[in-house]
């Protein structure tokens, strides 16, 4: 099974900040990764796919990078719509695992 | 618009079974591989079963291998989890999800609403 290691697990930071958030897979995913955002009693909503192709309806101050085992997920300037639990996954190979989450929150 | 509505969800005692329904619409069902992911109290995501577009082929998570059975009947565009011989630790809010293609390499572009299963005695 791939592990996939997130960090750090909490952000604390202020609206209009840019936010970088690291992902390590165990082994090589290439770049079968997504992202996923989730909020407070919702369901996640896929954010990038392809390590770095945004989902439709993604703002552009979204981006992510990497392949193989490390990525990262980039908000460019925080805003109050984008306080939450983020989360990778790779679908790359069965068990599609996901990292335990960074959560993003207003400072 | 892509919609999936999960339903039968509960309160059960350690050893019982309940089965899960996803009622899809907004999409052409039967062309996409559908997932079941679920989320233990204050934890992450756990992908827990998936099943190819026609049905003929299913791959579950080994601490559900046995006890979990993936189906789908997509005359009705529904997705089902029979969950049998269930245990404390199964006790979670379970996500249904679509995948982006035909079973392998894909990812989930849409997530039903979740419905909360909890077991306990």
């Known amino acids: 099974e791939i592990v996939m290691t997130q960090s750090p697990a909490t952000l604390s930071v202020s609206p209009g900040e840019r936010v970088t958030l690291s992902c390590r897979a165990s082994?090589?995913?290439?770049?079968?990764l997504a992202w996923y955002q989730q909020k407070p009693g919702q369901a996640p909503r896929l954010v990038i796919y392809?390590?770095?192709t945004r989902a439709t309806g993604t703002p552009a101050r979204f981006s992510g990078s990497g392949s193989g085992t490390e990525f990262t997920l980039t908000i460019s300037s925080l805003q109050s719509e984008d306080f939450a639990v983020y989360y990778c996954?790779?679908?790359?190979?069965?068990?599609?695992?996901f990292g335990q989450g960074t959560k993003v929150e207003i400072k | 618009e892509v919609q999936l509505l999960v339903s039968g969800g509960g309160l059960v005692q350690p050893g019982g079974s309940l089965r899960l329904s996803c009622a899809a619409s907004g999409f052409t069902f039967s062309s996409y591989a559908m997932s079941w992911v679920r989320q233990a109290p204050g934890k992450g995501l756990e992908w827990v079963s998936a099943i190819r577009a026609g049905g003929d082929f299913a791959h579950s998570t080994d601490s559900v291998e046995g006890r979990f059975t993936i189906s789908r009947d997509n005359s009705k565009n529904t997705l089902y989890l029979q969950m049998n011989s269930l245990r404390a630790e199964d006790t979670a809010v379970y996500y249904c999800a679509k995948d982006t293609g035909d079973f392998t390499g894909n990812y989930f572009d849409y997530w039903g609403q979740g419905i909360l299963v909890t077991v306990s005695s």
């Open positions: 082994q090589s995913v290439r770049s079968s």
């Open positions: 996954q790779q679908y790359s190979d069965w068990p599609k695992t």
């Open positions: 392809g390590a770095s």
